[in-house]
């Protein structure tokens, strides 16, 4: 199991978030509730504040759920118009170094 731990700065202790079954693939979903420090720690059983999940090891804490059609993907579009962006502007900034370099030589 991977268990997700916030680290709380005003207490000074981890806080555990949520747990997920780890596939064979190495892969878990975890839920974050907010941006901050966390750090995930991998064990036979899943480690929550209550001593009620600690020892059943075939028990998940259920993350919530997401259309993975939409959420795996939306990242990688997201990533292809980044890159697109940067060509065009990599493209545009040759075109300009071109112009000035050929006008410079016609003087």
Known sequence: ????FYYNEQTGELEFISA?????????????????DYTIVVDTRIMSDNGQADNKSD????????????SKYTWN????????????LIVIGAVFY???KSGSEEE
């Open 1 to 4: 199991y991977a268990n997700l």
């Open 20 to 36: 997920g079954q780890i596939d064979p693939d190495g892969n878990a979903e975890l839920v974050f509730t907010h941006a901050s």
């Open 59 to 70: 028990e998940t804490i259920p993350a919530s759920k997401t259309d993975d059609s939409t």
């Open 77 to 88: 579009n997201t990533i292809i118009i980044i890159i697109g962006i940067c060509i065009m």
């Open 98 to 100: 071109v112009r000035k």
